[in-house]
């Protein structure tokens, strides 16, 4: 069996941008692979170590959706990454092997970087070495448990790359220990927002909570982007730019076909059309919502899990720092 490592930053509940651009995906993971999933709490604490209170919590939160929406603990290892000083310690040795400038130049943190001077102006042009090198820990989550496959996002991609080199380099000078990754892109790696913009977001406001009550679901679905050019009830639209649609096909509703041919012929109405959305969206989450209110009530039961992943995860991580450690000769 292969070995296929993963990780989420606990930012609180998930929504359906992680849902449908992601952990639908481990689902289909689960029963081929060896599958560690990491909660990364010391990778969300690079851009939010100055409130780390909120970090119990959304760890919580964050396990607790995953189980409820259908990771199965027994096929896959959650456990917490600040669980498994390992990480911590590989992050250290990887870290004389990667250079400055190949960190500023990393797409996704180069990216990451413009978007904080925006949002921070001068402040944000204060990066951190622990943001810089987020990278080079990210390796150090892959190649601790020997992951051979890293199901991500698009835009993680530069990521997976970094640790390639990283493995490469690490071998070529202490030789053949690690493995090099290979990335896993998700079928539908960006989910849009109600609103229509590009990526669905917790900052953006534009998001479906997992665990939206019926009256959040309404307000949003009702507040969201249809086709701009249609007035009137029976003025005929154009599905592929409403966002109404593009939830209906996202969630599967059978009835796709008619609400793209009603839609096209001015046979329906937005209202109606949106209210339709919010059943199959209430019926879609229903099942989820139940797991998470057994979970809310059962927290010990989700430590217990967490706990059990971690003692797998950190045998692993023993092993993979014992070998590291003897090509590096510092096995003394
Ligand atoms: N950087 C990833 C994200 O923000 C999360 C992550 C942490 C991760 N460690 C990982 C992804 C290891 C893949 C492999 O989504
Ligand atoms: Fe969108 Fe439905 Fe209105 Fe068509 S009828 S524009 S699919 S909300």
Not at 47 to 66: R, Y
Request: neutral net charge; contains cysteine; aromatic residues 8%.
């Amino acid at each position: 069996m292969k070995t296929i490592l993963t990780g989420i930053r606990p930012t609180g509940n998930l929504h359906l941008g992680h849902y449908f651009g992601a952990a639908s995906n481990w689902l289909k993971l689960q029963d081929d692979y060896d599958f560690f999933l990491e909660i990364a709490d010391v990778q969300a604490l690079t851009d939010n170590f100055h409130q780390p209170e909120k970090l119990a919590s959304n760890v919580f939160l964050l396990a607790v959706d995953l189980l409820s929406i259908g990771i199965d603990p027994k096929k896959v290892h959650i456990f917490v990454q600040s669980k498994i000083p390992e990480i911590a310690e590989l992050t250290i040795f990887y870290s004389n092997l990667v250079t400055m400038s190949r960190l500023y130049r990393n797409p996704t943190v180069k990216t990451e970087i413009q978007q904080k001077k925006a949002l921070f102006g001068q402040q944000g042009e204060s990066v951190t070495y622990g943001f810089v090198g987020y990278p080079v820990s990210q390796a150090a989550d892959i190649t601790a448990f020997h992951g051979e496959l890293v199901p991500v996002g698009e835009d993680q991609l530069p990521l997976i790359e970094q640790c390639r080199e990283i493995v490469r380099k690490f071998n070529s000078i202490y030789g053949e220990t690690l493995i090099e990754p290979k990335p896993l892109l998700s079928e539908t790696p960006r989910i849009k927002g109600l609103d229509g913009a590009e990526k669905m977001g917790k900052s953006l406001g534009n998001a479906i909570y997992l665990k939206d009550s019926e009256e959040e679901i309404k307000k949003k679905i009702m507040g969201a982007i249809t086709d701009p050019k249609k007035i009137q009830k029976d003025d005929p639209a154009n599905p592929d730019v409403c966002m109404v649609y593009y939830y209906h096909k996202l969630i599967h509703n059978e009835n796709l076909e008619v609400v793209c041919k009603e839609c096209k012929k001015g046979e329906r109405g937005c209202v109606q059309c949106k209210k339709e959305l919010i059943q199959k969206m209430l019926e879609f989450l229903k099942p989820i919502q139940e797991k998470q209110k057994y979970y809310y009530e059962h927290k010990e039961e989700v430590y217990k899990i967490l706990e059990d992943g971690r003692k797998v995860a950190k045998e692993k991580a023993e092993q993979t720092m014992k070998d590291v450690r003897h090509s590096m000769k510092i096995d003394y």
